[in-house]
């Protein structure tokens, strides 16, 4: 059944919130992320269109990030201390509450699909390491070698990061620019609304550069980096990812839409508030079934972008949704 304008339909996605400096954004560069934003929007917005689901649309979307080598999910993702790339993803359906969700796997090019596939054929919500590779093998998901997720430039970023014994969420501009300070948080998220009604979110990402022993963070815990239900709203997080467990981000954010009635900015400005309180930052985009959203961040930058019924790609990374480029 295709879609009607009547209908609201939206896709809004995130690349990773930071301290992203302007002076040190190099033009080819940034040009580059609002392409792939803008790609991953079109993609995403494709299968709303056509009347596909919420959640086949946050797949689409963020596949086309994770393939991408500029974000620090899938084939761009960062080197753990010992010089792996753990990725971990989840996903989550506003309609049914179903959630899926893999953590530290090193094998699965489309960490997203894998998290699906949980949700969609197994028991479980979170699968981990070997085991969660394994069970996408038999789901016949791509399964890669672990060095396809080699690039030199995240391979630099480890050996920087070791020499100066940082876990660093830092992934990406700072070995550009040769600046420490420079940091940025390069999670790739979606949250999505279809013809139904019906909410989506997903989040996926390779973590911190230099992590060590199995460490987790928020993205593949369902109420932390990603939460959907249609009474509320759709979230998926990026930043500090243990400030966010420890705040259940996605779910704080949409208790307080829901039990509180607040705006969606309100809630979502209040969860990084209290983040904050606790020495973490970040961003949170977050949907609602009305299409309604938000794109709040308290970084200098979030790589982000937002699309609906026109199919006009809007995409930006520094303060003021009024600066979104359109492409
Ligand atoms: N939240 C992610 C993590 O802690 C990092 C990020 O958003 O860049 O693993």
């Given amino acids: ?73 899938g084939k761009g993702a960062v080197f753990s201390h010992e010089g792996y790339n753990e990725l971990d993803a989840s996903i989550m359906d506003g309609a049914t509450r179903m959630a899926g969700a893999v953590a530290a796997v090193t094998t699965i090019r489309n960490p997203i699909r894998a998290a699906h596939a949980v949700m969609m054929h197994s028991r479980h919500v979170l699968l981990i390491g070997r085991g969660a590779e394994s069970f996408a093998a038999e789901q016949a998901l791509e399964i890669v070698e672990p060095s396809y997720f080699y690039t030199q430039r995240r391979w630099d970023q480890l050996q920087k990061a070791i020499a100066k014994e940082r876990i ?34 997903g989040t996926s990402t390779g973590g911190l550069t230099n992590k060590r022993f199995g460490r987790v963070g928020d993205t593949p815990i369902i109420g932390a980096g990603t939460y959907a239900d249609n009474q509320s709203v759709a979230v998926s997080a990026t930043g500090t990812g243990e400030m966010f467990i420890r705040s259940a981000a996605g779910f704080y954010t949409a208790a307080q839409i829901k039990l509180q009635n607040k705006s969606l900015f309100e809630a979502a400005d209040h969860t990084l508030a209290e983040i904050a309180t606790i020495g973490g930052e970040g961003g949170l985009i977050v949907l609602n079934a009305q299409g309604d959203y938000t ?21 930006g990374v520094f303060s003021g949704d009024e600066s979104l480029a359109v492409y």
């Fill in 295 to 315: 794109m709040c961040f308290n970084t200098s930058g979030m790589f982000r972008g937002v699309i609906g019924n026109d199919g006009v790609a809007r995409v």
């Fill in 1 to 73: 059944m295709p879609a009607t304008d009547d209908r609201p339909l939206r896709l809004v996605i995130h690349g990773g919130a930071g301290a992203v400096r302007r002076d040190r954004l190099k033009p080819e560069r940034e040009r580059v992320f609002m392409q792939v934003l803008a790609q991953s929007l079109h993609a995403g917005h494709a299968v709303l269109a056509a009347g596909g689901s919420s959640i086949d649309a946050v797949i689409a979307a963020i596949v086309i990030m994770e393939d991408s080598p500029v974000f620090n999910a």
């Fill in 168 to 201: 660093t969420l830092d992934h990406d501009l700072d070995s550009d620019s040769g600046e420490e300070n420079n940091e940025k948080h390069g999670t790739v998220g979606a949250v999505a609304l279809d013809y139904r009604g019906n909410l989506a979110a």
